[in-house]
């Protein structure tokens, strides 16, 4: 029995369990829990059945990879894009001379963004049913990841995407130091909605001060404008030039169309994100295949892919214009900013994850009973 978590695994639910299982695993390895048999930290809206145990083991959450669980399909669709992005960022580095070409920096500092990400996620998602710690950390370091996404495609914004009537405006000199804070922002507000502040709100007895519990609707609104906001900014300069800007100046370009498709795709992945559609209508049907954060996942790196193509574009079609305009690229202002953005959100995660860490047993489930739980 898993005490403290959650009624006790009923023989019924068990065989449900068992049987989609059966039904859907491409190799069958473990049991698969209802969303009553696994403690609250591990609840999806509208998710009923194909949960891990929540005491797995590194093994066994790198094995149900190969299971069909609710997780599966969140793991493959950001590991595979990974290797594709991973892909593109190789053929950079040795095609195009990137190391002393200081023009391709922003698109390194992007594509490297690009890369870890998704790696993040998909790490965030094979290991967070190791137990509740390892999942609030997990989370941490996926948000920490997305916020740095959000920086690497201001980098390259700034170096390629710029309207030409913004190229060296006051906006474009505070552009990257704004980028800066959003990341800072962002990581802490994205952490913060999961438990609170640590240490003040939360300690190592997580059970007891779960601000996702207390107030789940403020937590996602907190997370989405989190994610939302410096993605907004990053794209002042290109929704300028897109939809508003008339006359010249306005960089109209073949990169445009690309832009829009991009732009289309990154509305529709925020959408999935806040509305948990389509699981919502018809709670526990798409539990294993085709639930919202499945579709956010896929259209996040279509997206995603769209952005690395329009940025390439206007990196090509506008050359040799910016680099007789455009203020100096240089490594500070692309990769120091960068590393910068990379230790302070380190720092943040390693803050909000202290409490987590060291402290007393956490109340549930111990290990004791998360062995009892294991079938
Ligand atoms: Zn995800």
């Given at each position: 029995m898993c005490s403290g978590i959650a009624p006790p695994l009923s023989p019924e639910s068990g065989t449900e369990g068992r049987s989609s299982g059966k039904m859907f695993s491409l190799i069958?390895?473990?049991r698969v829990f209802t969303v009553h048999q696994v403690p609250k930290a591990f609840h999806e809206d509208s998710i009923i059945s194909g949960y891990r145990h929540p005491r797995s083991s590194a093994t066994d959450c790198v094995?149900?990879?190969?299971?069909?669980?609710?997780?599966?399909?969140?793991?493959?669709?950001?590991?595979?894009?990974?290797w594709y992005f991973l892909w593109?960022?190789?053929?950079?580095?040795l095609m195009e001379d990137a190391w002393y070409d200081a023009y391709t920096w922003p698109l390194l500092v992007f594509l490297i963004s690009c890369c870890v990400y998704p790696l993040a996620s998909s790490c965030a998602h094979t290991f967070s049913t190791m137990s509740t710690r390892a999942r609030h950390i997990c989370y941490f370091f996926d948000y920490g990841a997305l916020s740095l996404y959000s920086f690497g495609s201001a980098i390259s914004y700034s170096a390629y995407v710029f309207p030409d009537a913004w190229v060296n405006s006051t906006f474009h000199a505070y552009y990257i130091p704004v980028a800066v804070l959003n990341t800072i922002l962002s990581t802490s507000l994205s952490c913060y909605s999961r438990l609170g502040?640590?240490?003040?709100?939360?300690?190592?007895?997580?059970?007891?001060?779960?601000?996702?519990?207390?107030?789940?609707r403020l937590s996602k609104v907190l997370r989405i404008l989190a994610f939302a906001y410096p993605y907004l900014f990053d794209n002042i300069p290109l929704f300028y030039r897109l939809l508003l800007c008339v006359g010249e100046g306005c960089t109209d370009n073949e990169a445009n169309s690309i832009h829009l498709q991009h732009t289309s795709l990154a509305f529709l992945t925020a959408f999935l994100f806040a509305t948990h559609l389509p699981?919502?209508?018809?709670?526990?049907?798409?539990?294993?295949?085709g639930h919202s954060h499945?579709?956010?996942?896929?259209?996040?790196?279509?997206?995603?892919?769209?952005?690395m193509k329009a940025i390439e574009a206007d990196m090509v079609l506008r050359q040799s214009q910016l680099l007789a305009t455009?203020?100096?690229?240089?490594?500070?202002?692309?990769?120091?900013?960068?590393?910068?953005?990379?230790?302070?959100?380190?720092?943040?995660?390693?803050?909000?994850?202290?409490?987590?860490?060291?402290?007393s047993s956490e109340t549930h489930p111990t290990?004791?009973?998360?062995?009892?739980?294991?079938h």
């Open positions: 069958k390895l473990r094995l149900s990879l190969f299971q069909l669980t609710n997780e599966t399909l969140n793991v493959w669709t950001h590991f595979l894009p990974t593109k960022l190789m053929t950079v580095l502040l640590p240490f003040l709100h939360y300690n190592h007895d997580i059970d007891e001060r779960f601000s996702e519990r207390q107030s789940p699981e919502r209508l018809a709670p526990g049907r798409f539990d294993y295949i499945q579709l956010f996942h896929v259209c996040a790196i279509i997206g995603t892919h769209f952005q455009a203020p100096p690229i240089t490594f500070n202002n692309t990769v120091g900013s960068s590393l910068v953005c990379v230790s302070i959100s380190l720092g943040i995660i390693c803050l909000f994850s202290l409490p987590l860490l060291y402290g290990k004791t009973e998360g062995k009892k739980c294991k």
